[in-house]
């Protein structure tokens, strides 16, 4: 199990730009998969973006490739999100998550969650 905490969400404006963060402590490990998901009201959490902890290779929706980018900090046990031309349909909530094992972008297979940062886009 690993503790997980974001920040970084916020409003912008549609084209603007946020980076989310998302530190780690507890167990040591360098074979998680460390995911984002986002979750709108009523709505099951989807797949964002994910980065192999100790390799750095990363996967994308399709929704989000050419604007969002994940990338990981060992030194600093952190992940990052930058989310740059964002739409309104970004809108949600946005977490991190780490999983030992299984498909990167399910979320079944993640152990440990953020608590997760608002993302607004709106004029």
């Known amino acids: 199990q690993v503790q997980l905490v974001e920040s970084g969400g916020g409003l912008v404006q549609p084209g603007g730009s946020l980076r989310l963060s998302c530190t780690a402590s507890?167990?040591?490990?360098?074979?998680?998969?460390m995911g984002w998901f986002r979750q709108t009201p009523g709505k099951e959490r989807d797949f964002v973006a994910a980065?192999?902890?100790?390799?750095?290779?990363?996967y994308y929706a399709e929704s989000v490739k050419g604007r969002f980018t994940t990338s990981r900090d060992l030194a600093k046990n952190t992940v990052y999100l930058p989310m740059n031309d964002l739409k309104p349909e970004d809108t949600a909530i946005y977490y991190c998550?780490?999983?030992?094992?299984?498909?990167?972008?399910?979320?079944?297979?993640?152990?440990?969650w953020g608590q997760g940062t608002q993302v607004t886009v709106s004029s």
């Open positions: 998550a780490a999983s030992v094992r299984g498909d990167y972008s399910d979320s079944n297979y993640y152990d440990s």
């Open positions: 980065v192999n902890w100790f390799g750095g290779r990363t």
């Open positions: 507890g167990r040591t490990f360098r074979d998680y998969m």
